[in-house]
């Protein structure tokens, strides 16, 4: 099969789906390569590293889904893309159409059939290829907050882990999942006090595991009011497979926060689970409502593409090359992470959002 990487085209966006090493491994299972001139830079490869390994380089976007059957990428198709997609492609990359009715009206007018990343489901529930950049979300979820609470960065001047003779700093968690255990498990690292709401026995028992500093409690809405009046970091990690995020934070919660404090909505690719998010990007990443600062990009682990690039390829690659073999359909987890085929709508999680 033909198999394209194209350039990631979304602002800043620096990974790569396919890295050198896994590009190799198809060739030489007989499966052509092409990559987009350029397209692995960001996450340090250079075209030399892909034409080494026997990929041929196609030196635009236009050429790149020209020749390729199967387009794997990281994030989803927008404007630069969606002129090059065609009915006969077969699209697998990051989707998150639940809030996104404009983007699946194109798709679905296409055509194509779309595989999102974020909906193969294996037996258990368990999501395989959101996992890693979950967990790569969640630490920087942290860093990134951490840093908004600087003074000079508008915050309220705060250090989370404090020191001897100040208090503590406190971070509340919504979600103990991938993105949200690993967001509880630095900040609780760095000496904060961490709240948690999960609603899950097994993962608040994880989350207490982690230390002294750490407190679970289930999300009720008065508790979720009650914890985030006087948090200084926010952090939303709520996920509902394939649909749009529920709101756990209304904008009255938002209200009843301290001026200088910082949300960061990691399930704003989902559509946030805060009322007052809104998505932005790494060339505009903040702003302010109720005086508090939100954080809500929607490709946060593209910040660090030497990292992601590697985690993300080595969790698809054994999915790229069932779908490369051409008997994907045998396979479970990929069938359920068809989100578009012939003009419909096929995940149970998205039939009807467009009325």
Known sequence: MRIGVPRETKTLEGRVALVPSACADLVRRGHEVW????????SGFADADYTRVGVKIAPDAAALYEKGELIVKVKEPIAGDLKHLRKDHLLFCYLHLAPEPELTRKLLDIGLTGVAFETVELDNGDLPLLAPMS?????????????????????????????????????????????????????????????????RQDRMAQMMALGSNVTTLYPYEEAVARELRDADLVIGAVLVTGAKAPHVISAEMVKGMEPGSVIVDISVDQGGCVETTRPT?????????????????????????????????????????KLAAGNWRENKPLL????????????????GMLG
């Open 135 to 199: 967990i790569i979300a969640g630490r920087i979820a942290v860093q990134i907050g951490t840093h908004l609470l600087h003074q000079p960065a508008g915050g309220k001047g705060k250090l989370l882990g404090g020191l001897p003779s100040t208090e503590r700093g406190k971070v509340v968690v919504l979600g103990a999942g991938a993105a949200g255990g690993n967001s509880a498990q630095l900040a609780a690292a760095g000496g904060a006090n961490v709240v948690v709401f999960e609603k």
């Open 281 to 321: 990007t790494y060339a505009n990443p903040t702003y302010v409502e109720h005086g508090v600062t939100h954080f809500a990009v929607t490709n946060m682990p593209g910040a660090v593409p030497q990292t992601s690039s590697h985690a993300i390829c080595a969790a698809i690659l054994p999915f790229v090359q």
């Open 35 to 42: 990559v987009e001139a350029s397209a692995g830079i960001k």
């Open 336 to 351: 359920r992470g068809i989100n578009v085929e012939g003009g419909q709508l096929v995940h149970p999680a998205l039939q």
